[in-house]
């Protein structure tokens, strides 16, 4: 058995693979999918925030925005979403009870959960799209000043010798796309490819689909690594549960130690409690609008007093606006100065967002990494595989990261349809180290985004 330590959209995604692929597993987390996924906003917008020195992440990003549409028809399907508009999966508190959907239990045909339709080049099935709220109408950057439009022509010549698709449009033609822009917004750049996702409503996909595989979760703490006389992970110690002490213990209180196979590290921002991993908590306030009508049809992002704002339109007429980018440690406090910034800035791109009604503010903190790429794969000590450290996309990378662990746990086949990048010319020379760090067997295309995830290359991971 494997044992999941972290269930974030990271762990869940992982674990929910792996149970499909007939591996036995065991979700260990205190409170599932209340962590970074909780907060995030959900895009999936590989090209649209691609930057000059973050070109390795545009090709996992790319890699895993491919994967989305078959991976969120997968979960739909498994979770017994069968794509009617009323196929909101209960997300209060952003926690499921884990309790699979009421229903005939019928996971549905993959030809019903197909009933495809083409959005921004990336074909979505209904039930992906009224389920986990998934849509690929792209992403639009907006600029104001004179020297906000010259940064995004540059960015456009970058984008354009990556082969990456992008438009660059007027102020009048963005207004045209997304008529409650600021009217002095002065041109835009649209990524029509970029996509987004409801991260509340993948989790709690995730957990009625593991719920429905039958994998245990065991809501409790890991507080500490089993290793056997060689080092060998062999497992994890839980944190006993808290209460009176001589208090019975209770049927459902969880076990004090779990014995695994493997361990998959898929703590998030708490990574580095059980391992040496360089993984550093990045917090993020975001909050919530709600809008009795859309206000937005796609991603709009923009930079306003030198902080960069976004705006995710959510079908449900909710508007997301994110994110600080704050290093302070494990602090979840929302505070007022961050969420008058985020409020300043995004009424400089659409005014009427003042109008909206606060649904929700919350901070989460990203797992970040020295040098922005996650840490995938078998770590330095045998038994314990990494899967963290996602920092501002593990939304994006989830599908990706499940297949690389999968390929890992020896299961190859969720690794077969990974290439076919083939047109992004300029990026054909970041194959990374080349040391796979235990991934060895992973060929061709598989290989180098294994590689650019690669534990291996911090020297100090243990
Ligand atoms: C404001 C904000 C906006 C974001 N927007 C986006 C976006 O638009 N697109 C995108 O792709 N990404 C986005 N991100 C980043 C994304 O949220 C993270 O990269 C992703 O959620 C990481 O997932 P995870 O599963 O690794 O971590 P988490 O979701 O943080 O999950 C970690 C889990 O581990 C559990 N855990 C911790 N310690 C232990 C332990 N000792 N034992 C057992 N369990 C433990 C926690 O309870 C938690 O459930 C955003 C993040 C923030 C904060």
Redesign the pocket.
């Known amino acids: 058995m494997d044992v999941i330590?972290?269930?974030?959209?990271?762990?869940l995604s992982i674990a929910w693979r792996m149970a499909r692929a007939g591996r036995a597993v065991t979700v260990?987390?205190?409170?599932?999918?209340?962590?970074?996924?909780?907060?995030?906003?959900?895009?999936?917008a590989p090209v649209s925030e691609v930057t000059y020195t973050e070109a390795p992440l545009l090709r996992l990003g790319m890699a895993s925005l491919r994967r989305w549409p078959s991976f969120a028809a997968e979960l739909a399907q498994d979770a017994g979403l069968t794509g009617r508009s009323d196929d909101a999966l209960a997300t209060a508190g952003g926690i499921s009870d884990g309790t699979a959907r009421s229903g005939d239990g019928d996971p549905g045909t993959t030809a019903e959960v197909a009933g495809l339709g083409a959005f921004g080049g990336l074909e979505i099935g209904d039930a992906a799209r009224h389920g986990l709220d998934l849509r690929a109408d792209g992403t639009l950057d907006v600029a104001f000043g004179a020297d906000d439009l010259a940064a995004l022509d540059e960015l456009a010549a970058f984008m354009d010798k990556l082969g990456l698709p992008v438009e660059r449009l007027t102020g009048r033609e963005c207004r045209r796309l997304e008529p409650m822009l600021a009217p002095s917004v002065r041109g835009g750049l649209l990524a029509p490819g970029d996509a987004w996702v409801d991260?509340r409503r993948v989790t709690a996909a995730l957990l009625a689909a593991l719920e429905r595989l039958r994998v245990p979760l065991v809501r409790a703490?890991?507080?500490g690594l089993l290793r056997d006389e060689d080092g060998r992970v062999i497992g994890v110690r839980l944190e006993p549960p808290t209460g009176a002490p001589g208090t019975p213990r209770e049927e459902s209180e969880p076990p004090s130690e779990l014995r695994a196979e493997r361990v998959v590290l898929?703590?998030?921002?708490?990574s580095g409690?059980?391992a040496e991993v360089p993984v550093r908590p990045v917090k993020?306030?975001?909050m919530r609008l709600r809008s009795p009508q859309p206000l937005l049809s796609r991603c709009v992002r923009g930079t306003v007093h030198g902080s960069y704002v976004y705006l995710v339109p959510r079908g449900d007429g909710e508007l997301v606006v994110?994110?600080t980018q704050e290093e302070l440690g494990f602090d979840t406090r929302v505070t007022a100065g961050g969420l008058y910034e985020l409020l300043r800035d995004a009424r400089e791109l659409v005014p009427g967002v003042t109008e909206l009604e606060i649904a929700d503010v919350v901070a989460?903190?990203?797992?970040g990494t020295p040098d922005n790429l996650p840490i995938i794969g078998p770590s330095g000590t045998p038994g314990l595989v990494l899967a963290?450290g996602?920092?501002?996309?593990?939304?994006?990378?989830a599908p990706l990261t499940a297949a690389l662990v999968l390929g890992d746990a020896g299961d190859s086949s969720g690794l077969g349809d990974l290439g076919g990048s083939g047109d992004f010319g300029g990026l054909g020379d970041l194959g990374g180290s080349g040391d796979l760090g235990g991934s060895g067997d992973l060929g061709g295309e598989e290989g180098r985004l294994a590689a650019l995830c690669s534990p291996g290359r911090f020297q100090e991971i243990s």
């Open positions: 330590v972290g269930g974030g959209i990271v762990g260990v987390d205190p409170a599932p999918a209340s962590g970074a996924s909780y907060a995030a906003a959900g895009m999936l991260p703490r890991a507080a898929a703590a998030g921002a708490w409690e059980l993020g306030q975001i994110g994110a989460g903190l990203r797992p963290t996602h920092y501002r996309g593990g939304v994006l990378l």
